[in-house]
């Protein structure tokens, strides 16, 4: 096929520390609050995604995400194809012999290196991915700053997904959401030590859901306002002063603090949003436990809408974080990898955590069906492996 | 025994829908915002208390709550006994004549008429009866109001069960706590057919407790101020209305939020405080589903410290709450007196429950051990049947 134009990026996932919850704009997806994430390797979790355009496709935008087609026709995924469209077209006026790329279909093709099942929230690392992999095809200059206004558009939390390291997303004012834009904190490199063990709740144990729904909260908690006004904003600079000075300490305590605080306010939402289930608490229990046993603060719990625990900690203290878990969990997925089997189980510290919280540990143990090893990583990188072969077509 | 004096009484348990969480005065126990809550019916729910003293009586004041012994040397007791005999010391002052009660040693007998391993919080009968059997014993002139001041120093919420019907505490704002009490807002004759049923979560399911604190909350929330200064307030104002109006829909709609706003706060406490489980949210659901059923709110659900949930309904909709309950709890401890035996089983709500939260009416089968039917009642009610026997002895 003549005329084909392909560029490719990995996109990662992040888990914030602090969290986004609430909307000052829906259709813009300003946020009522600044957030704060750290961004997760991508050997572990990332979102693969070739864009392509071809002035001979006559179907229409698409998008296959892990072999199946989705709808692009949505507010989210059109915003984001004509803002990076306009930029191009700004490109293609500015330069006459540019190829007019703005004018042609894009079809786009994506695929997770995780199960969807895991219930992580893969949109951030979607839209992340989507967003740069056009921005690449268009050869945009647009800084990873610039995009995260676009990737915003197409799910809040993607825009911290554009850079790697310690991201913060600054809620900003302005009503057209120019100044509500990611940042870098820090880059992975500062903090190079930080590791996630994500704990994932097996589906049985995901009883009695609810439909979630930000704005609920915003328009029906009288705890909220407070949350957004006064509590964030403290600890926003509380959590950047944390990761400049590497104090894991303050770190893991501002993280729990404000998991908590964001699932408060979905308690106090009407009806009630309850994330955190009997599995939840028994994994915040181990790691109570674990700080008990450690005298200080050395692995940090945090939730985002679902039960699934993810739980940060040090590279130095793996065998009493990852090892206490591991010798609870030993059985479940997720312990194969070369990671993984270099984790040794740290029974002595399960043997403290069963005397302190028996019922948590058994409630893990029949609750959750497998875990995730990871750490800190980079942001999107380019890649020349592409997921749409020289015909156009899909490679697998 | 020559020289005995007795007096006995009942008094109720309460439940509040506006809540009592935070102390601006632990020793006093005068709260951070004021609450309110229903008597329940002594018939289902009460202590029932004799006061004695005798001039023979050598061996100090003393307790027996259920056979057994109790200490009677906390700070919380002892202010009630001190309060009292103060009262008791002016009367005899003012009246030579009267015997010297406030100089003789109590012996007091206490009896609840529900388990304690129901895991209702007895505290508030129990010093609500003790106070006023020591009152009748004294033949002290004060009013329930100011009953309630010394009440509240035993338990806070003691200070509500020493009226019947529809009971306010009003915060109050001296040091002193002089204008900390309670006050009726409607007597029970006002709104008579207001129900409740008692959902007691079974002992197994009571996993991963956590060690409350109230203070703890207080100290380390970031949510709580503003529920005590700005969401407790109006609510207040609101829920009177909705008693003085009989709105069930409005007393229904202030109670669960009030509910989920006290569980929000504690779960904004550090560490976290989690009263709620799966089983209470099992309970939640079936909750909505009613509700969603019956197009409106015929049926509130509240949570105090714990995991049972106390569900309020008006008589004319049983059939449509404590019947579904009934369908699926049928079989649990609780429904053998008249009342359970007259509610109808709902199995057609049950049908429409299990189609919209299945795991929900499993998990609620599975999760309670038994149910108490009740509703509103009358305050503390002299009695002449006496726990204490003319010899000055236990009557059992």
Not at 127 to 150: C, G, H, M, Q
Not at 356 to 383: C, F, H, Q, W, Y
Request: glycine content about 8%.
């Amino acid at each position: 096929m003549s005329e084909l134009y392909r560029a490719s990026t990995t996109a990662p996932v992040n888990i914030a520390v602090i969290k986004y919850w609430g909307k000052r704009d829906p259709k813009l997806n300003l946020p009522t609050n600044s957030s704060l994430s750290v961004t997760l390797s991508q050997s572990d979790l990332r979102t693969h995604t070739t864009a392509s355009c071809s002035p001979n496709n006559k179907s229409g935008d698409s998008l296959i995400l892990n072999g199946e087609s989705q709808d692009v026709s949505g507010a989210r995924t059109q915003a984001c194809f004509r803002e990076l469209r306009a930029l191009r077209k700004e490109l293609e006026d500015s330069k006459s012999d540019l190829p007019k790329l703005s004018t042609f279909p894009l079809k786009i093709v994506s695929e997770n290196n995780f199960p969807t099942a895991a219930g992580l929230a893969s949109s951030a690392a979607g839209f992340a991915a989507l967003v740069r992999a056009i921005a690449n095809l268009y050869e945009l200059p647009s800084s990873p700053t610039d995009l995260s206004k676009i990737a915003r558009q197409g799910s809040g939390s993607a825009c911290r997904s554009l850079f790697g390291g310690y991201v913060g997303w600054e809620q900003g004012s302005k009503d057209d959401g120019s100044d509500s834009v990611a940042f870098q904190v820090a880059p992975a490199s500062h903090w190079p030590n930080m590791r996630a063990v994500i704990l994932v709740v097996s589906a049985a144990k995901k009883d009695v859901s609810s439909t979630s729904g930000m704005q609920t909260t915003v328009a029906t908690s009288s705890l909220f306002a407070s949350r957004a006004s006064e509590t964030v904003p403290k600890r926003m600079q509380e959590m950047q002063k944390a990761i400049q000075d590497k104090d894991f300490e303050a770190f893991g305590k501002i993280s729990m603090m404000d998991s908590n605080s964001f699932h408060a306010t979905c308690l106090d939402t009407y009806p009630p949003i309850f994330y955190l289930n009997d599995v939840s608490r028994a994994a915040i229990k181990i790691v109570e436990s674990i700080n008990a046993s450690a005298g200080k603060i050395i692995a940090a719990y945090t939730f985002d809408a679902g039960p699934n625990a993810v739980v940060y900690y040090l590279e130095e203290n793996e065998k009493d974080v990852a090892g206490v878990f591991k010798a609870v969990l030993g059985e479940k997925e997720g312990w194969a990898g070369e990671r993984g089997q270099a984790v040794e189980a740290n029974s002595a510290a399960l043997d403290k955590a069963i005397a302190d919280a028996g019922i948590a540990v058994g409630a893990l143990e029949e609750g959750i069906s497998r875990i995730i090893l990871t750490g800190v990583g980079e942001g999107p990188v380019k890649t020349e492996e592409s997921l749409i072969d020289e015909k156009g077509e899909p490679t697998s």
